[in-house]
Nanobody, 123 residues
Framework: VQVVESGGGSVQAGTSLRLTCVVRGGDIKMWGMGWFRQTPGLAREFVASISRSSGTKNYAESVKGRFAISRDNFQNMEFLDMNELKPDDTAVYYC?????????????????WGQGTQVSVSS
């Protein structure tokens, strides 16, 4: 199974980015999916998660109202639309598949992880 993120980059504060995650060699439709982020020296931080049917979505307080998670089960993909980006959003963003069908929020509840994509936001 290969989990591949894309869409990161260097942007100005206040702009938007869309991150994309594709899962190859495995099926995501029975499982929750999520996004985490990590900056050097800090623990990996939950960003957003979505249940298998997209019926439930959870967000970290720091991104609520600015970020939106979605998924396409037919294409084995999930997305993170990031709006009104701030310098504090600078991190490596990771896509992950949950071990359950729910929109869980703890990293230990996720199994498949990608290599990450860098997002850098300057003021």
């Amino acid at each position: 199974v290969q989990v591949v993120e894309s869409g990161g980059g260097s942007v100005q504060a206040g702009t938007s980015l869309r991150l994309t995650c594709v899962v190859r060699g495995g099926d995501i439709k029975m499982w929750g999916m999520g996004w985490f982020r990590q900056t050097p020296g800090l623990a990996r931080e939950f960003v957003a998660s979505i249940s298998r049917s997209s019926g439930t979505k959870n967000y970290a307080e720091s991104v609520k109202g600015r970020f939106a998670i979605s998924r396409d089960n037919f294409q084995n993909m999930e997305f993170l639309d990031m709006n009104e980006l701030k310098p504090d959003d600078t991190a490596v963003y990771y896509c992950a598949r949950a071990r359950t069908m729910y929109a869980v929020t703890k990293s230990m509840e996720f199994g498949w992880w990608g290599q990450g994509t860098q997002v850098s936001v300057s003021s």
